[in-house]
């Protein structure tokens, strides 16, 4: 096919391996090409697509209200994302980082509301607590897989449905809160159950630093560490893995472990940080899980990088939702975005990958 | 007396709901014994279902929306097939790409079209003849929707033209082997290509099954992860149109069977009930598969380049 | 036994006029990123005639071959078919041509059965439909003109690998072939399998085909051709009739230079026992048994050749032995230690080094660095690792000796081992399974797909392996390796032992007969292993 779509003077070589200054561009353009397509979406909906993209980046960047909003959708998309370049470096598809960050809430929820313990304790505990229940969410696909072979993408997949239901279950059953006159959400956590944030934004800071003293950890762990050789090989390789020892089960085991934990983090955060209540999950997650498989594919599997490409769709959400309330304009279109912008990334690593110049007679 | 009638009301339902999980399966099969993983089943579904409401709202005819909502999914798979055929870019992102797009995409456009009735949904029909076998009769052949019926004469037409016809080798060779396919001069490509597109179609017309008779309405999201239970019946169909049958019919009544405990347990729970169902379904199958190795195409998820094996 | 008829033959195909030149290569040249695989060929085919292609491993014949088959398209140069001028786009352009290939590894899907593969990609103007019972009987009318009986209804996996070539050559004379190019089609078969493909191949020039038949086996190609070209390094060094040469001049031409056909080799200082495998039963990947019962002994500053024809058990045997298989009976025991199913890890740590058949899909990480790929089993271990961090400049230093150490050519240790070639990847999977002096090297296929000057450097280091005192199991479908580098030789039918011989006795008809599954003076050699034992 490629075949068919080349003309004659087109030469495609394969680029042995891509330099880093070629990565970086050839994102850069796939992002600005994306942009572009979904311009024609606001010109569709009568808005001028300069004006719009302006209000965008005004919206999430011009003032602190703006900036602080971009930071709010940073931590999350951070911490899931640093958890799914894990993941994805040992070549496990981990769809699951939406629930996984869900069950992470449900579980601060409970040690903040439930659990008893004295103040200074409770922050620690719902932070354990949280990376615990989402280790535990990731660890059981990464089981189903290693020994039965059952495929990940659906089983990480199915297990997002089904926390978000059991998060559903719990406001409306068991967990619904006295105080909130038949509302589905549970009581607001007691003060010493909640995250400090800056001045009266939502931008819980300890969290954002957690994330981006994690980013550096793992950036090390992966690169300079016997776990995280042992995870590359895994995923570059699994008969090279098999074949130099390595098992298979412990090594995804943990990268699920990491990674489910790390989204769990994030839904601390999202509860502790933000929200103070368990409430509607689509009100937890907002699809971070789902939009940090793009922070995380566009960081090309490095942590560090992560946390950078957070940012950039935290300025993206916050954007979105400037475009939702000043434009009047559907908020579904930041999904069309994420969309367009994946495929953009995906088809570009074409160009990474292959050497495309023009054929001399 | 009483047993029968809930039989009858089991098997009535699960050829109800089954319908578009089967529809979806028999496209995802095609899709993949060629080669090709597409994840975005739920994303060409929720177009479908969309443009189905649209064209029926407007024009008052139901089957020129299924056949637009065809049109339009095969249309919409075209960007899969383009991005991991052509771009060879990764299957697994890329489909789940094609499914935040459709989401997105159809969500942005039927907005305004929310909350709206629909006057002429698809109706009703009753098989004569079959429809006299006892319990079958008024299970099976009683009172569906005409694609229910549809799908159903689709399996073996689907199950011969696979195993059968000269179409159904060139596709199962290049879903295994396609260096060799090639190499007796199959168009790799355009198989593929071919058989996207298909999956494509019959997501579309799944989707228009649920937004114009299912649930006569138009919502966004309102496929609700029907594409991603199509995933995982194509695993338990072990690519095979026939299973495809069984599988969608047998997970539909195991859904409904829930539901019916509605007094006991609560209905989050039951709502989860179909995608704990998904993962003990796989699990199940699991042990025969990996015994028998029978099963996933071997280039399934691979992309394909001459010379590069 | 047929020189005979083949002088007679060959007297033929002298007299023949130019016009009976079924094929002419023009200045075929074929670059690859960093190699010129065919560089200026020119050659002729004539019509009826059995033509060899020899040359060394990379020598370019095969890439001139798939040029031919339209796989690959030449750079420079052109193709005549019965002189006229014609550009092969594709496999599809060359059936057009009746030009049928059969490939070293076979094109054919596993999961269809014999005669979906035949008809696979064929429009017979049925338009979708299948006429399976026309098909089929076509298929066995060709079987039985040409002796290549193969059941039609039977999946792919299910034939041997004998049959499978079988199913090959039908797929190719079903399209019509009047040319037909076998590559490398003797590598997988037992002498008495190769004799029946030799006839096969005899009876199709009889009915007037061509076939050019590519090998770097000189035996075969005095058995079997009319005319031979010998291909080196991309060039065509000569072509000549099979009648007036013979195999050392045949030989120098191939390699540019006298050949040793044997390898200098001290006498073998067998230590004590190393491994003893009793009874050892395994399945395959596909769950069926593949070990039924194997029983040998190796011991110290030995190789045992395993000998057999490939899918008889070798490859399960190897992963049984380090770790990578599990033995449902029997009993592994290294050094006097029962090691039956340890991990890869434990029986790597006690001493056992494993080059695997698939160095890149399995020996190597091809996206890593060379430096990675050295520590691919130390990495746990100190000096290389201290605690959970990985000692990347020790990493370094030991990378760097050992490129110097086994001569493995790159830019860096930090290139990655996708961009090296077959010999340095294999000198990579050297170097790291045999740091650390291990005690028994199990060795499969060492020097497959490598060129001569490797294949000998490997084969010299195996040797001072030995001579070191280690014991090594030598798993080769070469059965030259084999007989050149063993102590003793083991033949491996249908997942048991046929026999174990004495290297330096043995004869190639006897260990041929043992691999079709025959067997012969067992007791013997199971005596004199006996007695040593004893």
Redesign the interface.
Known sequence: MLKVLTPKWLKIERRPVPSGGVIFLVSIIAIVAALLVAAIFFAAYGVSPISAYRSIIGGALGNWSGISETLRRMIPLLLCGIGLTIAFRALFWNIGADGQLLLGAVAATGVALFSGLPGPLLLPAMFFAGFSAGALWGVIPAVLKVKLGINDVITTLMMNYIALYVVLWLIHGPWRGPSMRGYAYTDMFPPAARIPVIGQSHVHWPTLVLGIVLAVIMYIFLNRTRGGFEIRVVGENPHAARFSGISELKTIAIVMVLSGGLAGLAGVGEVAGVHYQLLDPTQISMGYGYTAIIVAWLARKNPLAVIITSFFFGVLMAGGDVIKVNLGLPFQLIHVFNGLIMFFLIGSELFMNYKISIRRQ | MGWESWLISTFARALAYGTPLLLGTLGEIYAERSGVLN?GIE?MMIMGAYAAFVVTSKTGQPWLGVIVAAAVGGVFSL?HAF?S??????Q???G?????????????LG?SWVGLPLFTPLTRATVPGLSAIPIIGPGFFTRQCLLAYIAMLLVPIMWY?LF????G??I??VG??P????????NV??VR?LCVVVGGIFAGIAGAYLSIYYRPAWT?GMTG?IG?IV??LT?FAFWNPVYGLVGSYFFAALYFLAYRMQMWV?P??L??MP??F??LI??FV??G?????MGAP?ALTLPY????E | MMSGSMTDGTEMKTAASPSDCAIELRGIVKRFPGVVANDGINLKINRGEIHCLLGENGAGKTTLMRILYGLYQPDAGEILLTGVPTKIRSPKDALVHRIGMVHQHFRLVPTLTAAENIILGLDEGTGPFLNIRKVRAKINKIANAYGLAVDPQAKIWQLSVGQQQRVEIIKALYRDADILIMDEPTSVLTPQEVDQLFSTLRTLVDDGLTIIFITHKLDEVMEVSDRVTVLRKGKVVGTQLTSETDKPSLAKLMVGREVVFRVEKTPVHRGDKLLEVTELHALNDRGLPALRGMSFDLYEGEILGVAGVSGNGQKELAEVLTGLRHATRGRVMLAGKNVTNHSARKIAAAGVAHVPTERITMGTVPNMSIRENLVLKSYRYPPVSHGMFIDYRYAKQMAQQAMKEYQIIAPSDETAVKLLSGGNIQRLVLARELSGDPRLIVAAHPTYGLDVGATEQIRQILLQQRDRGAGILLISEDLEEVMTLSDRIMVMFQGGVMGIVDGAAAKIEEIGLMMAGEKQGVSASAQSTNAKVA
């Open positions: 994840l994303g960007i991005a055929i052509t771009l060879k870019a990764n697994v992102v890329s789940l790409a094609l499914t935040m797009l459709g989401l997105g995409l159809a969500g942005v907005r033209i059968h016809t000269r179409i080798v060139t199962r060779a295994e082997d260096a060799t396919a090639d190499s007796l001069g199959v490509a355009r290509y966004a992860g991603w995933i995982a695993i609560a989050s729970i709502k989860a995608y704990v998904a993962i796989l699990i699991s042990r598969t990996l015994q028998k190795r071997a380049t001459r010379g590069e």
